[in-house]
């Protein structure tokens, strides 16, 4: 808005008329003191300033304009009777743009200035406010830094203070920071640390994981400085999110040497115990064979059949055994070949329905095709869902085999309507030694079973799985790839 002052209102309706032609909104005060007041309420972009005037003139009001803070930027345009006034006007407003005009006034001329000093002002209020954003900008993003060093430095606090080797990497997995226990298993460069040569490279590791976005977690063999010997530590990295995006990630060393230890003198303890077994175990199969063969005295049959199933059951677990440490040490060996999966399916199905004479297994749906992959350990993954079916659906009799040739593989089910798994359980039947915490209670196992399957089937490149209805009934399923 334009403010006109002057003490003459006739002056006053021409600028107005002239002005409102060309579209400014425009305010009017008829004094010096009434524009003063004016002024300091209101906001405007330009003041045509009369100088004479009686009372407070021209200059005196912009005199003290110019010591408002507010308004000292407002351009004035004087209007003065003659040329001389020009000197006092440059003093008495030093700082905001200045013009004059002489009367009488040249409508012409004093548009051009208005026009002029209006877009002048309009310019420096915008650039006034770019200044203001700016500035608050400029604070925030301060603040912002100040508190991620106060995060940063709380953070590196707690690394400090645990006893596990500690770090930060940048959100591109670059390494950041350490803590001091790192500096022990380094040697001078302080950005390597002391992996094992078989091992794969920390820094690359850490790389792909921030290229994947995923936390990492993985066994590591390290080494202190002082030492000859490199022990086993567990790597975990996760990330620090702000707004849903990793701004960095955090990651520590936790040595579990002794725990390795452990499981290795199991598994050997495994291994040699079910060697150690299999070798009388094998001979007294033999003997009750040769048993069976001489008794003839029929009254006898009973128990001689019942030891055979015993040591048959005696049998199967000490394979399993055996063939848990063969996974251990990567030796179970598979014997590939192309076979007939509906026929190895029907005489498997045959020999469990002949051990179970109490259930019945039903089989539906196609598996004539030729499958490439080894028979034996095939069979043994059904005989495994097979008796599992049977062991945990003790209350129904009915087990269904169903199968189904695809596109590009074969499916086979195996359905019992049992006690079923519960669905947090589900994702970890397949895992060595896991038993559900129901079944464990009431059914006999050692958690092998399944887990020993899993190795066989993602040997054979087959998807696997169950499915499962708690008190229902469960589904083990897998898909070969024909
Ligand atoms: P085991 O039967 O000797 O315990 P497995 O490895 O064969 O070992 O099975 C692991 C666990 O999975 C079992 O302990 C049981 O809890 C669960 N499970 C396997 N098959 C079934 C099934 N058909 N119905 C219900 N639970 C099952």
């Known amino acids: 808005m334009i403010l006109i ?8 309706l021409s600028l107005e008329s002239l002005l409102a032609l060309h579209s400014f909104p425009v305010d009017t005060a008829l004094s010096g003191e009434q524009a003063l007041k004016k002024i300091l309420k209101n906001n405007y972009a330009l003041i045509i300033l009369d100088v004479q005037m009686p009372g407070m003139d021209g200059f005196e009001v912009a005199e003290t304009i110019s010591g408002y803070s507010k308004v000292k930027d407002v351009p004035i345009i004087f209007l003065s009777a003659a040329n001389t006034d020009k000197k006092f006007i440059a003093k008495g407003y030093s700082s905001g743009a200045i013009d004059y005009i002489t009367k009488p006034i040249d409508p012409d001329i004093l548009l051009l200035k208005v026009n002029t000093l209006y877009k002048l002002y309009e310019q420096k209020r915008k650039v006034n406010e770019m200044q203001v954003k700016l500035q608050s900008e400029v604070e925030f993003r301060k603040k912002a830094q100040y508190e991620t060093n106060e995060k940063a430095n709380e953070l590196k606090s707690i690394l400090e203070s645990i006893p596990q080797i500690a770090f930060t990497t940048a959100k591109n997995g670059e390494l950041e920071y350490h803590n001091s226990q790192w500096l022990n298993y380094t040697n001078g460069d302080s950005k390597h640390l002391l992996t094992h040569p078989d091992d794969p490279s920390l820094n690359e590791e850490l790389k792909k994981m921030a290229a994947r976005k995923q936390p990492l977690e993985m066994e590591i063999r390290l080494r202190k400085k002082t030492d000859e010997k ?14 849903g995006s990793v701004i960095k990630w955090v990651g520590s060393f936790t040595e579990i040497e002794e725990q390795k230890q452990a499981i290795k003198r199991k598994d050997e303890f495994i291994s040699m115990a079910s060697h150690e077994l299999k070798t009388p175990l094998t001979s007294i199969q033999g003997y009750i064979q040769l048993l069976e063969r001489m008794v003839n005295d029929e009254s006898l049959r009973p128990y001689i059949d019942r030891t055979i199933v015993q040591i048959k059951k005696l049998d199967t677990l000490v394979n399993d055994l055996l063939d848990i440490s063969k996974i251990e040490s990567g030796k179970l060996k598979l014997n590939m070949k192309n076979f007939n999966f509906g026929k190895m399916l029907e005489d498997t199905t045959a020999m469990m329905q002949e051990t179970f004479p109490d259930h019945r297994i039903e089989h539906s749906g196609n598996a004539n095709v030729i499958v490439y992959g080894d028979e034996g350990r095939l069979e043994q993954v059904i005989i495994n869902f097979l008796s599992n079916a049977i062991k945990y659906a003790p209350s129904s009799t009915l087990i269904r085999i169903e199968t189904k040739i695809e596109e590009n593989d074969l499916l086979v089910k195996v359905i019992d309507s049992g006690v079923g798994i519960p669905k947090e359980e589900l994702s970890h039947v397949f895992e060595k030694f896991y038993r559900t915490e129901d079944s464990s209670k009431r059914f006999q196992g050692l958690g092998i079973g399944l887990y020993i399957c899993a190795d066989i089937l993602s040997r054979h490149d ?16 897998f898909n070969i790839p024909l």
Do not use: A, Q
């Open 5 to 12: 002052v002057d003490d003459k209102k006739e002056n006053i």
């Open 230 to 243: 490199y022990r086993y530590y567990l790597l975990r990295v996760l990330p620090v999110k702000e707004n």
């Open 462 to 477: 087959c998807r696997y799985g169950v499915e499962s209805d708690p008190g229902k009934g469960s589904t083990f399923y």
